[in-house]
């Protein structure tokens, strides 16, 4: 008996250093992950859309009730005027969750740009999603037609080539596009109407 | 033995990997990439190098009953310690490795040298040993990655180094890391049998 209370007490004290440990290396780095996250961030959306000079999130004011696919609504503001949209989505990939952020022009109704930003999908294969090669292949696109993924070099205006071999990541991130997409015309559209005009 | 020979050990004679075939999940899973397999190795002789330090110092008054959950606590704390780390100044990395840095954990080889060597010698010895296995780690995993992006993703290092149409994407997948490994420890064993190491 003396001895399970010996043995117990002893565990106890090598948790409870280990525990101090792992706290004090823990209260030094979170402020650092933290920063990190956030300037990852802002980052991001600097490349999804260049031309604003402040973004906000107001997830809450366009998205009320919780969105299968849409998880932030970030609104780009160019001289205290709302100019663009940055929706962060999250798709299923062929490896687990691919997040995307993608960028809306209001006026001009077309994508900016498509980032993803996290991915575990296979490296060389899936993974190329992030390479700009591939989130090139959005940008510019018309926000009002469905877009849709091709094995082939695209024929359509609408389509995107997707990465050789990865047909399910190239899909996922289409996915989430669509969703934004669909969302951003839904909600922005009436901006986008003054300039249908010029839109073949 | 030496000091030297301590270090030396875990490159060649008994490297963690090809010769003890230790750790061979990790080995087989984060192995896509040359930066992934240094990286890891990196991660893993950090921890190594701690929990053999710690365990070492505290040997004698580890009673022996409970040594391995005690072994356990530490090297899990050096784990967790590493991952707030890495996630605070190599964010890139952290990224990559993802899931397998908080499994270094459940690495084998770390808690074999706990058992086998820290536990049993001083803390200068230990010191050596975990820096001559954690490098030895290091190689194997660069070396199967090297093989494994250079086959199936036609890189090095993530610059391109054949053409997009040449790779065998199979190397990168699962099976080309079972391939990989099988066909290096097969390589290695026959070295060993005609230079007997």
Known sequence: ?200 | MSLMQEFTKGIIKENPLFRLVLGTCPALAVTTSVENGLGMGAAFTGVLLASNIAISLMRSIIPASVRIPAYVVIIASFVTMTDQLMHAFTPSLYKALGIFIPLIVVNCIILGRAEAFASRNSVLPSIMDALGMGLGFTIALGLVSAFREVLGAGSFLGIQILPESIPAILMILPPGGFITLGCLLALLNKLQKKYAW
Not at chain 1, 129 to 140: E, H, L, S, T, V
């Open chain 1, 1 to 200: 008996m003396g001895d399970i209370i010996k043995l117990g007490l002893f565990l106890m004290m090598v948790a409870a250093v280990a525990g101090l440990g792992v706290g004090y290396v823990n209260i030094k780095a979170a402020p650092l992950i933290e920063k990190q996250i956030l300037e990852e961030k802002i980052r991001s959306f600097k490349e999804v859309y260049p031309e604003g000079d402040k973004v906000e999130n107001e997830t809450a004011k366009y998205l009320t009730a919780p969105d299968k696919i849409l998880k932030e609504v970030n609104i780009a503001y160019k001289n205290g005027t709302p100019a663009g949209v940055l929706y962060l989505a999250e798709t299923k990939g062929y490896a687990g969750p691919v997040t995307i952020l993608a960028g809306f022009d209001q006026a001009s109704g077309k994508i900016t740009a498509v980032k993803v930003l996290n991915q575990t999908e296979t490296p060389g294969l899936g993974a190329k999603a992030k390479d700009p090669a591939f989130q090139n292949r959005y940008k510019g696109k018309d926000s009002a037609v469905a877009l849709e993924v091709s094995k082939t070099p695209p024929t359509k205006e609408n389509q995107i080539q997707a990465i050789t071999a990865s047909t399910i990541t190239s899909k996922a991130v289409t996915k989430g596009v669509n969703a934004a997409r669909e969302h951003f015309v839904a909600t922005f559209g009436a901006t986008k109407q003054v300039k249908t005009g010029t839109v073949q």
